[in-house]
């Protein structure tokens, strides 16, 4: 389990970007999104951390918005900074995802 959250710390950033690049998304919502792609150990106590160091960053913006279903929600938007540096980890990860699993599985 430590490898685990230590690998998903390295490339989290990356996966709330993505999601948010897709549509502005509220906390919770964003921790289910990550839920329906096969990462269902995120919890929001993870996931706003990582918002508020991507908003610092300046990679995101929140902004409140109404909500249908009760109170005003903050959803979170990726700002021109945050798609650069998406497309940035998403060509370092083309050019490190394969030899790296390649590597660790060499034995199967």
Wanted: hydrophobic share 40%; aromatic share 8%.
């Amino acid at each position: 389990m430590a490898a685990r959250s230590q690998l998903l710390k390295g490339i989290l950033d990356a996966c709330v970007m993505a999601i948010v690049e897709q549509k502005p998304v509220y906390g919770y919502e964003l921790s289910q999104q990550l839920q329906k792609v096969g990462l269902p150990d995120i919890s929001e106590g993870t996931i706003y951390p990582v918002l508020l160091r991507l908003q610092k960053n300046g990679f995101i913006r929140g902004e409140m918005q109404p909500s249908a279903t009760g109170p005003n929600r903050k959803y979170y938007f990726l700002t021109d900074a945050g798609k650069e540096e998406l497309t940035k980890i998403a060509n370092e990860w083309s050019l490190i995802a394969g030899p790296v699993s390649q590597l660790l599985h060499k034995g199967e």
